[in-house]
C-alpha cells in the first residue's frame, strides 16, 4: 500500500479534498484528529503537565488548547518538547492505522507535512492550493477567530510557491476550478503506483 501525503496551507481545503478521495474508497489519517487524541494519553498529558503546568489541561481532564497554543506561539523550546514528544507516537499511531488499511493508497493529511520534515515518510505529495485571501476568509468563519489570529498561524507555514514546489500533484481549490474532476485525475494516476 502506497502512502501518500496531502498537505495545504491553512484554509485551502485539505478537509473538502479528502472528503472526495473518501467517496472514492480512500481513508485519511487527518492528523491534527490524531495529534488531540495523542494529548489525553496518560504518558503524553504527564510530560505536558510536568513540562507546563495544571493550566494546561481543564479540571474535567480535556486540553485547554487556548492555552498551550498561547505558550508554543511564544517560546520555540516549548513547541519543540511537544514535538518531540508527539511526533514520534503520531508516526506509531500511523503505521498501525496504515496496517488495517486494505486500499491501494492510503492519505496522511497534515497542514505541515513539509515544515515538520513528514514529507519524506510518503511516495507522493499532493498540495491544496487556495489563495491567500479565500484561505483567510475560510478560516475566521471555520475557526471564528479574528484576522490577526489566521494571520499569526499562517506565517507559521511555508509559503505556498516552496510547497508546490516540493509536491508531485497540485489541487486548485479558487472556486474556479473544479475540484472533482482534480481529484479524479490524480486518483487515477495514484492507482496504477
Known amino acids: 500500500m502506497k502512502r501518500i501525503g496531502i498537505t495545504g496551507n491553512i484554509g485551502s481545503g485539505k478537509s473538502l479534498v479528502c472528503k472526495i478521495f473518501n467517496h472514492l474508497g480512500i481513508n485519511t489519517f487527518f492528523s491534527d484528529e490524531e495529534t488531540k487524541k495523542l494529548y489525553l494519553l496518560p504518558d503524553i498529558k504527564e510530560q505536558i503537565l510536568n513540562y507546563f503546568n495544571d493550566e494546561v489541561y481543564f479540571k474535567d481532564g480535556s486540553l485547554n488548547k487556548k492555552l498551550l497554543s498561547y505558550h508554543l506561539f511564544r517560546n520555540h523550546k516549548a513547541l519543540q518538547f511537544i514535538e518531540e514528544i508527539l511526533y514520534p507516537k503520531l508516526n506509531a499511531t500511523f503505521d498501525k492505522w496504515c496496517e488495517r488499511q486494505t486500499t491501494n493508497y492510503v492519505l496522511f493529511e497534515s497542514a505541515i507535512l513539509f515544515e515538520?520534515?513528514?514529507?519524506?515518510?510518503?511516495?507522493?505529495?499532493?498540495?491544496?492550493?487556495?489563495?491567500?485571501?479565500?484561505?483567510?476568509?475560510?478560516?475566521?468563519?471555520?475557526?471564528?477567530?479574528?484576522?490577526?489570529?489566521?494571520?499569526?498561524?499562517?506565517?507559521?507555514?511555508?509559503?505556498?510557491?516552496?510547497?508546490?514546489?516540493?509536491?508531485?500533484?497540485?489541487?486548485?481549490?479558487?472556486?474556479?476550478?473544479?475540484?472533482?474532476?482534480?481529484?479524479?485525475?490524480?486518483?487515477?494516476i495514484l492507482q496504477t503506483l
Open 116 to 188: 515538520k520534515k513528514f514529507s519524506d515518510q510518503f511516495e507522493k505529495i499532493i498540495f491544496v492550493s487556495a489563495p491567500e485571501d479565500i484561505r483567510l476568509q475560510r478560516t475566521m468563519l471555520r475557526d471564528r477567530c479574528n484576522e490577526e489570529n489566521v494571520r499569526a498561524r499562517m506565517r507559521l507555514q511555508w509559503d505556498e510557491d516552496t510547497k508546490k514546489a516540493e509536491s508531485d500533484f497540485i489541487i486548485f481549490n479558487d472556486g474556479d476550478k473544479m475540484l472533482i474532476p482534480q481529484v479524479l485525475e490524480i486518483h487515477k
